[in-house]
């Protein structure tokens, strides 16, 4: 397994703990150039995933809540998403931490174009 991938624009190294800090794979720059980078083969697939995974983490969600108010009465009156950010996201963030390992990895990085 690689550890660093060769910024497109200046060259220098782009690890994958820069990959995870991207806030998603539309927002990527370069930590060294700030060049705004693009990654052109894994995202695509990457989206189709995000499209099965997020209605399966809404309803593990759903799920968690009608559960634990079945237990505590008080539940019922806590929002979905406040269960959900307690309870799910660490299945979240291993989500995201899979998208930035399948970018660094399989992924084809380029400059983005800028429009003049």
């Not at 099965?52 to 979905?80: D, Q």
């Not at 989500?95 to 990895?105: C, D, G, K, R, S």
Request: aromatic share 12%; net charge positive.
């Amino acid at each position: 397994m690689k550890t660093s991938t060769p910024c497109p624009g200046c060259q220098k190294p782009i690890t994958i703990e820069d990959f995870e800090d991207f806030s998603s794979p539309f927002t990527m720059k370069c930590p060294h150039c700030r060049a705004k980078l693009k990654e052109t083969k894994m995202t695509p697939w990457l989206l189709l995933l995000a499209v099965i995974i997020v209605p399966l983490l809404i309803y593990l969600g759903i799920t968690i809540k009608s559960f634990l108010a079945g237990h505590f009465p008080v539940v019922e009156k806590v929002p979905t998403m406040i269960v959900f950010i307690a309870f799910c996201y660490p299945v979240y963030a291993l989500y995201e931490a899979y998208n930035a390992v399948i970018i660094f990895n399989k992924g084809n990085l380029q400059l983005k174009k800028t429009q003049s």
